[in-house]
T-cell receptor, first 117, second 112 residues
Framework: DAMVIQNPRYQVTQFGKPVTLSCSQTLNHNVMYWYQQKSSQAPKLLFHYYDKDFNNEADTPDNFQSRRPNTSFCFLDIRSPGLGDAAMYLC????????????????FGEGSRLTVL | GQQLNQSPQSMFIQEGEDVSMNCTSSSIFNTWLWYKQDPGEGPVLLIALYKAGELTSNGRLTAQFGITRKDSFLNISASIPSDVGIYFCAGQTTDSWGKLQFGAGTQVVVTP
């Protein structure tokens, strides 16, 4: 059974029209991440939540926002999508600590592919 | 920025052959993870490594955490068609809690 569920799997939007992508998890992990992945590239971290604490990457555009109303859900809001924002958006979770006291293992959802027309 | 160098960038192999790829870093890592990503899907964790020198297997997959803590390799033995995909290494440095750094990926193509 899927443990990190992303919706929708495919999203088509128009230039400048706001988009919200959702992520839910059944793992009860306290850390949730949003990554952006463009074609043939590695995932790029946008931000992550450690419990309710929001941690933004320095190079994440202001156009990208996130909300985490509870442990299970996290949302990615793209306020005014541009053509350059077309990508796969990956949600991931991890449990604090892990075996080495670090982030432990990251579990990814299947991704939401965003197309901007 | 990305600190991991993953090679090779792509591999074209025949079914039954073994595959080897590696990642190196200029920084010391305390965690190495290997993921496989199929087209249009999210990365799936294959193997996690937490100790220098650790050698871990998962079926036909074997990965090792380098003694220097700056490298890791992944081997796939007796490749099969479903091994096709992109393999990513990812690691966490001692001063970047909560942030995985990813290699650029190795594209594996298996021909019958």
């Amino acid at each position: 059974d899927a443990m990190v569920i992303q919706n929708p799997r495919y999203q088509v939007t128009q230039f400048g029209k706001p988009v919200t992508l959702s992520c839910s998890q059944t793992l009860n992990h306290n850390v949730m991440y949003w990554y952006q992945q463009k074609s043939s590239q590695a995932p790029k971290l946008l931000f992550h939540y450690y419990d309710k604490d929001f941690n933004n990457e320095a190079d994440t555009p202001d156009n990208f926002q996130s909300r985490r109303p509870n442990t299970s859900f996290c949302f990615l809001d793209i306020r005014s999508p541009g053509l350059g924002d077309a990508a796969m958006y990956l949600c991931a979770t991890s449990r604090e600590g892990g075996l080495a006291g670090g982030i432990g293992e990251l579990f990814f959802g299947e991704g939401s592919r965003l197309t901007v027309l | 920025g990305q600190q991991l160098n993953q090679s090779p960038q792509s591999m074209f192999i025949q079914e039954g052959e073994d595959v080897s790829m590696n990642c190196t870093s200029s920084s010391i890592f305390n965690t190495w993870l290997w993921y496989k990503q199929d087209p249009g899907e999210g990365p799936v964790l294959l193997i996690a490594l937490y100790k220098a020198g650790e050698l871990t297997s998962n079926g036909r997959l074997t990965a090792q955490f380098g003694i220097t803590r700056k490298d890791s390799f992944l081997n796939i033995s007796a490749s099969i068609p479903s091994d096709v995909g992109i393999y990513f290494c990812a690691g966490q440095t001692t001063d970047s809690w909560g942030k995985l750094q990813f290699g650029a990926g190795t594209q594996v193509v298996v021909t019958p």
